[in-house]
């Protein structure tokens, strides 16, 4: 607006200027006051032209703003719609992956469970034995021998599994005789017990041992070192055992 008044402001100045060095004569005032018409709504076409090119310009400045409104709002609502798309994705996948562990984890418990391994031996002594110093006592009368891991030849076991294993021995003394026993890991004496029968009975006490064992050790029953041993064995009363069991691989 300010524009358009400076335009109109130096018109009417030229105007004056011409008024003032021109003769006062009517013709001359007549055509000057033409030529200020002309000029003036020259200048009022020049000024509508622009604010309409103005208009136009503002129009496509709201235009542009609108889209720019509508195209952050659909933006923003791509990312939410992304973003919650994700979510609901990654929650399933979860659930899925607890839910296939969960069940690969029964699966496990239950494959274990048919390969839960038994290792159990129980032997016994055939008759009474008299066994010298040292020397191993060798339980031929095999009752139990799952694992397959009990020699009645030598009277050994052997460990097919490495594993925790508990080992017992119950043994009966001749009447009035001497029993030194020990149960041996490898060669290295465990337990040690000795025991006398005194004339007319015939005692039956027990030793037992737990022990970590590797693949391929052994476990026997010896006597004590220096010491012969009569053990006593008697089908319809007592009986001298060796047994051992794997408690846990």
Known sequence: MKKELKVVLYVLNLAVISLAVEPACPLALEHTLKDIKETNTKVVDALRKLQDENDKVNIAIEA???KQILMEAALSDAIKTALTNVSLSLTHILTESG???KDMGSRVDLVKGELQITIHVRAKLASSITVNSGQDVVFTQVEVNEGQGYDKGTGKFTASVAGLYNFAVHYCTQSSQYVHTEIVHN????QRS????VSGFNLCPSLQVYVVMSMGDMVWVRTTPGYTSNLYQADSRVDTTFSGVLIHA
Do not use: N, Q, W
């Open 64 to 66: 542009m703003e609108r």
């Open 99 to 101: 839910r296939a562990i």
């Open 187 to 190: 060669g290295k004496s465990l």
């Open 194 to 197: 000795s025991h006398y029968g």
